[in-house]
């Protein structure tokens, strides 16, 4: 029997509308195992989670991902940019997440998805070694300072600087290793980073580089970021249950004391950001 133009039309239409449901019903992690591949978006700029050691990626963040990948099932490709590029690379799909890690903050926790705690991003001060002017943070008040441009550290360097009789004088850096080198030559007196970022910094160059203590920032946390939408819920939960997994298995530990120095407990929930 033929079949007429309307109900072939009918039946096209329902059968495009089926391929439609489909398509929204797979998941960023339906796409990701099927790929095979984990697109992963960073700045390998930010020892010690991400840098380059004659030309190859090395750190922290290159070994978790392996491991997370083992237990998901896929590879990791990291893709290396300025930290100013990287989020906006996720908001348009340019990767499925973001490593940096991200200081976990009230504002960005209600733009972005957030995996589980993987270290503290508590902001302190590195300054030259034997430099006798800064003793505590507060002494920076009326120098030259730098922070990594469009970082939480720069925010909370803004904040704190604030509450300073003179207010110093903020330089931002799009290269953390720019800041230090201009840190070491002595064109800026202290630079603001992460607790973690720093003291990496000055176990490598102790003659060169020192820590202000203690860090005048709130306790915070490192995290990795993902869109906050119904489409990478799938990939956040996968991410979170590797790391759970590797936090009770000890490995997230290993890789702590061998890349941050020190292994530190990290809560099983994200907790409320102070700031």
Not at 173 to 178: E, I, L, T
Not at 216 to 230: C, E, N, P, S, T
């Amino acid at each position: 029997m033929k079949r007429s133009k309307s109900c072939t039309s009918l039946f096209v239409a329902l059968i495009l509308a089926a391929a439609s449901v489909a398509a929204h019903a797979e998941s960023l992690l339906d796409r990701v195992k099927q790929h095979g591949e984990l697109v992963v978006g960073t700045e390998m700029q930010f020892a010690p989670f991400d840098f380059l050691e004659n030309g190859q990626q090395v750190g922290f963040n290159k070994a978790l991902f392996a491991a997370v990948g083992q237990i998901i099932g896929v590879k990791v490709r990291f893709i290396d940019l300025p930290w100013e590029s990287v989020l906006p690379g996720l908001d348009a799909g340019k990767f499925d997440m973001v490593a940096g890690p991200l200081t976990v903050t009230k504002a960005r926790m209600e733009r972005y998805a957030f995996s589980l705690p993987i270290a503290e991003a508590t902001d302190a001060l590195l300054k030259r070694t034997g430099d006798g002017s800064l003793k505590t943070s507060a002494d920076i008040a009326g120098k030259v300072v730098g922070a990594g441009k469009g970082s939480a550290q720069l925010e909370q360097l803004k904040s704190y600087a604030a509450t300073l009789p003179k207010p110093p004088t903020i330089r931002e850096y799009v290269d953390n290793n720019q800041a230090y080198a201009d840190l070491a030559t002595g064109r800026i007196v202290a630079v603001a980073n992460s607790l973690t970022n720093i003291a990496y910094v000055a176990k490598q160059r102790p003659a060169v580089f020192s820590v202000v203590q203690p860090a005048f920032g709130a306790k915070v946390y490192f995290a990795y970021a993902l869109r906050k939408d119904a489409d990478s819920a799938s990939l956040a939960n996968a991410f979170n249950a590797a790391l759970v997994a590797l936090n009770e298995n000890g490995t997230l530990a290993t890789l702590q004391h061998k890349w941050l120095g020190v292994a530190t407990a990290m809560p099983a929930e994200m907790p409320t950001p102070n700031y």
